[in-house]
């Protein structure tokens, strides 16, 4: 920290309790002077012969009256004092905390050159220009003081001052970076600090970008405001930078938690930051800030009450990168009138947003760029597709979620979005279980939204034990399996039928060739095994154990056979017409005869279950 001393005497002023100062001399006092609440019994000439305005306030008091009263005297006593010992000519430290009272005390005694050569005024304005405002760390504690002094340090432009000279250096090369810096996040692997042992260059360099960040955090939200304005204003800040910053602001002042019984005034204050950090965001709505941020803006603006305008810009900025978020970002608190835990109908709005505005880009950029950028946003469409999936998982345990509600929000996200749905059955399964009085119609109409073809095998083989889910729908679960099955097994033979017609194997690759196959084949076949005598028994469903799999065979009930034998004439229809060699797979699995078909799945089923 920079500092400055004045005069060359000792110190002789001494205190009688705390409201009285006085300096220790052979003369007496003549001048009592009350500055607030302290009252500093001192000599008229040396203070006259610095201050005009001790002179003006002396001569109007007359020679009836030796005490004179400081009224709204900027830095109060404390202020006071330092002028009062500069007069004196006694020893006087000027430091960082102190400077901006002692120059706002020396322009209300108008301690000028006019009064005397190098008097106080000058001298602190040559500390400040020299030393104060060059020094990084010293410049933010002199802005800090300045919050307790207006106007007079507004309008001695102090602050401007203050505000000038941090935004400059905030927009330094990086690795012309000498002074001292806080930096107690974490950095990236290319950013780290490197230890002391190392040449100086190499140290410079490795100062990151947002090197400012921390330093300017403990300043008080309107200053903020103005450092970052400027900052901002001098057009060489990255908005990542900026986005940065805000981001690291918000987490030393925003709390993760607010309670709704929080005091007005305390409510006021988290309303004021909040928008205040929202109208300081990067003017490309699209850069800049991250979307888990930018969603923790709007949870704390919905909570204390942020005005629409502030809100909507959030809503937008978030729209354009929603594909970054996590499950937990959008777990938005609802308010009251709605009864929900979170607010789904906002998530919905920023998901249709977020759709609409990929639809427009991928409109503009397929004409020019094609593949590339289709890849791309097919990419950030499946992130889409799995976040919102997640989404529902987590409000599917809300009671008070409506059905319309839950639907509305799925269908929102295109099919291309899910290439595999088993997230979004395990929503649709977590909202069976906790709303146990919805109507066969209701749950038709929400497994519906539900492609089984697009389960993994994994959730088919839980969907077909799921006893939430309507029947229909386990059939359907466990008719695409035994066609994705027999697709299999025809795929084996059509692969071994080529292989035996082609010309250019040799006979040891031949033979190989069909070896393997052969192998495939009985390994598919030998999945796909169901024993007839099961079916013969009851009807029902049975267990039977294998020694070589230790596994069972489950069946349907005679009411399921009869749906899915329906089901089996459609799907033997469609795997004949694609092969008419592929006999073992066109059959029901009501008859056909051992060995030829196994049920998907090799577990045994005892009872349905539940994945939540």
Same mark, same amino acid.
């Given at each position: ?13 001494q !205190? ?14 003549d001048?009592t ?68 009272? =002692?120059?706002?005390? =020396? ?10 050569r ?48 941090? *935004? ?23 950013? #780290? ?8 260059r ?8 947002? &090197? ?27 908005g ?12 030393? &002042? +925003? ?12 409510? &006021? ?15 490309d709505? !699209?850069v ?12 704390? =603006? ?81 992130n ?18 409506? /059905? =319309?509600?839950?639907?509305?929000l ?10 595999i749905?088993? !997230? ?9 279980k ?18 089984? #073809? ?9 969907? *077909?034990?799921?006893e939430r889910?309507? +029947? ?23 692969? *071994? ?15 190989k ?14 999945r ?18 294998? #020694?070589?799999?230790k ?19 459609? !799907? ?10 592929t ?7 009501t008859?056909?005869?051992?060995g ?9 089923r005892?009872?349905?279950?539940? /994945?939540?």
């Amino acid at each position: 920290m920079k500092f400055m001393k004045l005069g060359s005497k000792p110190d002789a002023f001494q !205190g009688d309790g705390k409201s009285v100062r006085y300096v220790a001399s052979e003369l007496a006092t003549d001048v009592t002077i009350n500055v607030g609440e302290v009252k500093f019994n001192l000599h008229k000439f040396p203070l006259l012969s610095k201050s005009n305005r001790l002179q003006k306030l002396v001569s109007k008091a007359g020679e009836n009256s030796d005490e004179i009263d400081m009224v709204d005297f900027p830095g109060g006593p404390k202020a006071f004092e330092i002028c009062a010992k500069f007069c004196y000519g006694m020893i006087v430290t000027l430091n960082a905390y102190n400077v901006v009272a =002692a120059r706002c005390a =020396a322009e209300y005694l108008e301690m000028t050159e006019d009064v005397d050569r190098g008097n106080l005024i000058f001298k602190i304005e040559v500390f400040l220009n020299s030393s104060i405002f060059r020094s990084w760390k010293d410049s933010i504690i002199v802005l800090q003081t300045t919050k307790s002094l207006l106007p007079w340090s507004e309008d001695l432009k102090i602050v401007g001052r203050c505000i000038d000279s941090i *935004a400059s250096k905030t927009s330094v090369d990086p690795a012309s970076i000498t002074w001292s810096y806080t930096y107690n996040r974490k950095l990236s692997v290319p950013d #780290k600090i490197v230890e002391e042992g190392i040449n100086f260059r190499e140290k410079i360099e490795s100062v990151p970008k947002d &090197w400012w960040v921390e330093d300017i955090c403990e300043l008080d939200i309107d200053l903020y405001k103005r450092v970052m304005i400027t900052v901002k204003s001098k057009g060489r800040m990255d908005g990542k930078v900026i986005g940065e910053a805000l981001k690291t602001y918000a987490v030393r &002042w +925003l709390p993760d938690s607010f309670d709704d019984s929080a005091s007005d005034a305390r409510t &006021w204050r988290y309303k004021y930051l909040v928008e205040t950090l929202i109208c300081l965001l990067p003017p490309d709505k !699209g850069v800049g800030c991250s979307c888990s941020f930018l969603l923790k803006l709007l949870k704390f =603006a919905i909570l204390v009450g942020v005005n629409d305008s502030p809100r909507e810009d959030l809503v937008k900025r978030i729209s354009l990168k929603l594909h970054e978020a996590s499950v937990k970002d959008l777990l938005v608190p609802a308010r009251p009138p709605q009864n929900t835990l979170y607010d789904v109908e906002l998530i919905q709005c920023i998901v249709n947003r977020y759709l609409m505005h990929e639809k427009y880009n991928q409109d503009e950029k397929n004409e020019a760029n094609g593949d590339f950028i289709l890849g791309h946003e097919h990419v950030t469409l499946m992130n889409l597709g799995k976040l919102i999936d997640g989404y529902l998982v987590e409000i599917a345990h809300d009671p008070n979620l409506t /059905i =319309a509600s839950f639907i509305d929000l799925s269908r929102s996200i295109p099919d291309s979005a899910r290439p595999i749905q088993d !997230g979004l059955y395990k929503a649709i399964d977590i909202y069976l279980k906790e709303h146990l009085s919805l109507t066969k119609a209701e749950k038709k109409k929400i497994c519906g939204l539900m492609d089984v #073809k697009k389960l993994t095998m994994e959730a088919s083989m839980h969907a *077909a034990q799921n006893e939430r889910l309507p +029947l229909r729908v386990v059939v359907q679960v466990l008719f695409f399996e035994q066609v994705r099955a027999a697709s299999g097994v025809q795929a084996l033979n059509n692969n *071994a039928r080529d292989t035996s017609n082609s010309t250019t194997n040799t006979d040891e690759e031949w033979e190989k060739t069909a070896a393997d196959d052969n192998k495939s084949l009985k390994k598919q076949m030998s999945r796909m095994k169901i024993k007839d005598e099961d079916f013969r028994k009851n009807g029902k469903l049975l267990k039977k154990n294998s #020694k070589s799999t230790k596994s069972g065979v489950q069946l349907l009930p005679s009411r399921s056979r009869r749906i899915f034998d329906r089901l089996w004439v459609v !799907g033997r229809g469609h795997v004949e017409n694609r092969s008419s060699e592929t006999s073992g797979s066109s059959q029901s699995p009501t008859s056909v005869a051992p060995g030829d078909t196994k049920s998907f799945g090799s577990s045994s089923r005892q009872r349905r279950h539940s /994945i939540s």
